[in-house]
């Protein structure tokens, strides 16, 4: 069974950046999709950001995109989520998801990545807070 485990998140201020890097264990990210999802305080899980399991295809949410960057290292089994211009509505714990189909066909299609029943496994989460 595969284990995701995030880390970099922290306290930060308006306009700074921030890097979550997320572990895979206990099998290959290879041949997978991967997302990350955030939930705020009060509100539903919302998608972030994803990435085809062949490295393609990206897809963000309006409300990051042009500030966030996600990629893949397949050979250290991670997946990242580099955030730039952070504001305090980003404010968060940010999950990273591992796609339940292998080689999953290859659709540009947004709401295909955003679901969030397409992902399997779910890591513990990392907070990730920014001050005004």
């Known amino acids: 069974q595969v284990q995701l485990e995030e880390s970099g998140g922290k306290l930060v201020r308006t306009g700074e950046s921030l890097r979550l890097s997320c572990a895979a264990s206990?099998?290959?990210?290879?041949?997978?999709?991967l997302g990350w999802f955030r939930q705020a305080p009060g509100k539903l899980r919302d998608f972030v950001a994803a990435?085809?399991?062949?490295?393609?295809?990206?897809f963000y949410s309006d409300s990051v995109k042009g500030r966030f960057s996600i990629s893949r290292d397949n050979a250290k089994n991670t997946v990242t989520l580099q955030m730039s211009s952070l504001k305090p509505e980003d404010t968060a714990i940010y999950y990273c998801?591992?796609?339940?189909?292998?080689?999953?066909?290859?659709?540009?299609?947004?709401?295909?990545?955003?679901?969030?029943?397409?992902?399997?496994?779910w890591g513990q989460g990392t907070q990730v807070t920014v001050s005004s």
């Open positions: 206990g099998g290959a990210i290879d041949g997978y999709s």
């Open positions: 990435i085809s399991w062949n490295d393609t295809i990206t």
């Open positions: 998801a591992h796609d339940r189909l292998l080689y999953r066909p290859l659709v540009h299609v947004y709401s295909a990545y955003s679901r969030p029943t397409m992902y399997t496994y």
